[in-house]
């Protein structure tokens, strides 16, 4: 690309140029080897989240060297800056899964202070873990420059006795193991066979939910968000992300142009054709709000109500991503959407063209000789699977996933933990039955602080046998690799004196996911009387980034945002 297209954007990177009053900026520039001709091309920013934390992000570091080559082909100045993550599935059943969701904001500050602070013209935000997306888009949404995203890519499948493993196998061996179901050995050639590289969680989780959304949405390259990360396509496709954004920065392309309230319908709508995670609700909440987009918890179910599952993927599924994009990937996905008049094909794409244009030559059908993707007309399940549930426990709403289940119905005595340790451990033991409702509370986004995920109970229950026959309700999260009876997100969360709080050991609770319904049954002057007596707990850290965020969190129901004044 020749720089001669720059001056159709005037270039935020301008000021360099202005006047002697600009020398000591044009001198730091120097020091870092730029040249005077250097100063006329866009500064364009590569948000790197490379880290040897997680496997999700170890391998980023080779597609930020793309991008950076990518830029300067294109006739752009790269300026590298780092990124935080969290490994939720390191840090799952710790202290340390409290600072997941607090890492989307810290990422999010990160993109937005680096790209605002140097007046950059643009910026290739680059993640793998599950709230580098979410964070990241809010950040570009912020500052609000030309951007694209690059997802780091999936992982390849572990191999164990001739079975496809990922670490969701890993969390439900754990349960199996302690329902004697299978010998210590086998847990630990489980464990040392899941994951073989690098990449995110392999299924239709939270990484591989929200980076297929963000293709829907029209801020990632088409195919990208199912590559998997090991392969050359996936640093192809981030060397050519780069200079699709130089192309973004001459026609003055920016996040809030694309990210609207038709593209997120788009982006929801791939989410539950594709059976993502509970995440998501949570996610694009925040970045409706990051967007100044009207979007609220009822619209997920508006959405659900009309779009059907199509894809049969992990976790209540059989495939995980890599078979997705060998299957036709998210753009087959679209294309049955689109005919069945369920996307919006004229939201604009970072590439400049439609999401109908982009989708013009993706044949109408899905392949005959696959069964990952199925037609519209033989969908997995009518509806969508991420259903709103209200009622006394959740009258702002709560988020269950309610595929994969037999019977989506249960009434039975209340099983009450207030940490998701003392919850594991009474799984382990046993002291759960089938018929039990367990409730988890006090790990919402003020009580955690952080709305930790209940990714170790959830698949303990799982490895029991009791995933169909327990419910559990909490106003925490739930991992992207979570099924089962099983309810999150519940707001008002204890923390904050909503109803879950006032359970008490034997209570009856009814989950109905036909009528929607969460309810505590009983009289409501009981529930006033309790409510009467309730107490708020002392907060759980008084210094730090976890006491900010419980003292600044909003509701579940409004994405747990810190800004939402």
């Not at 904050?496 to 049954?521: C, F, M, P, W, Y």
Request: with cysteine; aromatic share 6%; hydrophobic share 40%.
């Amino acid at each position: 690309m020749s720089t001669k297209t720059f001056p159709i954007r005037p270039l935020r990177s301008g000021h360099i140029t202005e006047g002697k009053a600009r020398a000591p900026n044009r001198s730091m520039y120097y020091g870092m080897g730029y040249e005077e001709s250097d100063f006329g091309k866009p500064m364009v920013g590569v948000a790197n989240g490379h880290s040897t934390i997680t496997p999700c992000n170890s391998g980023l570091q080779k597609l930020a060297d793309a991008a950076v080559e990518g830029i300067r082909e294109a006739g752009g100045n790269p300026q590298i800056f780092g990124t935080p993550t969290i490994s939720d599935g390191m840090a799952m059943g710790t202290e340390g899964m409290k600072y997941s969701l607090v890492s989307r904001e810290v990422i999010a500050d990160c993109i937005e202070t680096c790209v605002q602070g140097q007046w950059m013209d643009g910026v290739v935000v680059i993640g793998g873990c599950d709230k580098n997306m979410p964070g990241g888009l809010m950040g570009m949404l912020r500052a609000n420059v030309p951007a694209i995203y690059v997802y780091g890519g999936t992982i390849l499948p572990g191999r164990w006795k001739g079975e496809d493993l990922n670490i969701v196998s890993v969390f439900e061996a754990v349960g199996q193991n302690a329902a004697g179901k299978i010998s210590d050995q086998a847990l630990k050639d489980i464990e040392q066979h899941a994951i073989p590289g690098t990449g995110s969680c392999g299924g239709m989780y939270t990484a591989n939910t929200m980076s297929s959304a963000f293709e829907a949405l029209g801020i990632s390259l088409p195919y990208s968000s199912t590559m998997a990360n090991p392969h050359d396509e996936k640093m192809n496709s981030a060397k050519e992300s780069a200079k699709v954004l130089l192309e973004a920065i001459a026609k003055d392309i920016k996040p809030r142009d694309i990210v609207t309230r038709r593209s997120i319908e788009n982006a929801v709508a791939v989410i539950m054709a594709t059976g993502g995670s509970t995440n998501a609700v949570l996610h694009f909440l925040a970045i409706a709000h990051a967007a100044g987009v009207e979007w609220t918890i009822d619209d997920f179910e508006r959405m659900r109500q009309k779009v059907p599952v199509i894809c049969d993927l992990k976790p209540s599924g059989k495939y995980l991503a890599v078979d997705l994009h060998r299957a036709g990937g998210i753009p087959q996905v679209m294309k049955l959407l689109l005919n069945a008049g369920l996307l919006h094909g004229d939201c604009l794409t970072i590439t400049g063209r439609t999401i109908a244009e982009t989708l013009k030559d993706v044949p109408d059908a899905p392949r005959a000789d696959q069964d990952v993707i199925r037609p519209i007309s033989d969908p997995m399940y009518e509806h969508g699977h991420l259903a709103i549930l209200k009622g006394n426990l959740s009258p702002e709403g709560s988020v269950a996933k309610i595929t994969g289940l037999k019977n989506p119905v249960i009434t039975g005595p209340a099983r009450v933990f207030d940490d998701e340790q003392s919850a594991l451990q009474a799984i382990l033991d046993g002291r759960i039955e089938a018929g039990d409702v367990m409730v988890l509370r006090y790990l919402g986004p003020k009580g955690g602080p952080g709305m930790p995920e209940m990714l170790a109970p959830t698949s303990a229950l799982i490895g029991a046998g009791l995933g169909e026959s327990v419910g559990l309700i909490t106003d925490g999260r739930f991992s992207g690799g979570t099924w089962g009876m099983v309810v999150g997100h519940v707001a008002p969360e204890a923390a904050a004196g909503g109803n879950i709080a006032i359970v008490r050991e034997g209570d009856s609770i009814t989950i109905d996911a036909h009528k929607l319904l969460l309810q505590l049954n009983l009289s409501d002057e009981e529930i006033a009387k309790r409510r009467s007596a309730w107490r708020a707990p002392e907060p759980r850290y008084m210094r730090g980034v976890q006491a900010k965020f419980a003292f600044n969190a909003a509701s579940a129901s409004r994405g747990a945002v810190l800004d939402d004044y």
